[in-house]
């Protein structure tokens, strides 16, 4: 395994941004994506929206999507936050395995 700490630390980081979304995301991101759905079904059904089928329909599936999209986002950046610190873990060791793009460069030499 020639990345050995990148893929752990891509891994650490994944699994810390879930945790994280989960305390602290979940809920703005429903939040959030729900007030965009509310505005959304009142442009298309009236501003006093009734309590019919399909304004919750509407205002469920932006809730969803928010917190789906926010959980994505949070969990890219700190699986690339940790990938970095990963590639830092991995130089300040000393591996003795070279990035492809070094070991083709050297090979040309």
């Known amino acids: 395994m020639p990345h050995k700490w990148i893929q752990a630390a891509t891994y ?3 699994g810390v941004g879930l945790v994280i979304f989960t305390f602290f995301g979940l809920l703005p991101g429903s939040f959030l994506a729900g007030a965009i759905g509310l505005n959304l079904a009142g442009k298309l059904f009236g501003t006093p929206l009734v309590p019919s089928l399909f ?4 205002v469920a599936v932006s809730m969803s999507f ?3 999209l926010f959980g994505i986002v949070i969990t890219f950046v700190f699986a690339a936050l940790g990938s970095m610190g990963g590639l830092c873990l991995e130089r300040l060791a000393g591996s003795d395995n070279q990035p492809p793009e070094v070991a083709r460069l050297n090979s040309k030499k």
């Open 66 to 68: 928010g917190a789906i």
């Open 12 to 14: 650490i980081g994944a």
């Open 55 to 58: 304004p919750k329909i509407i």
